[in-house]
């Protein structure tokens, strides 16, 4: 469990700092003989520094949950 949130923690915080990534993505539209015709497209992927937020809390929640020791 305190593992779990650990990397939960870890996760929400990159998640906060980083709000999204973009990857390329490279297409043949055409090939007429020695002429090549590419299209490159932006990818992008974002996300809301909430859902980060979200994460951190609950790492912390796990990472508390899983330090009580039974009585």
Do not use: C
Not at 36 to 52: A, D, F, L
């Amino acid at each position: 469990m305190r593992s779990l949130g650990i990397v939960m923690v870890v996760l929400g915080l990159v998640m906060m700092l980083i709000t999204g990534i973009n990857f390329v993505s490279k297409e043949k539209v055409a090939d007429l003989g020695k002429v090549e015709i590419t299209k490159t497209e932006n990818n992008p992927v974002r996300w809301s520094p909430v859902v980060g937020g979200v994460l951190l809390v609950g790492g912390i929640v796990l990472i508390a949950i899983g330090n009580k020791k039974p009585v």
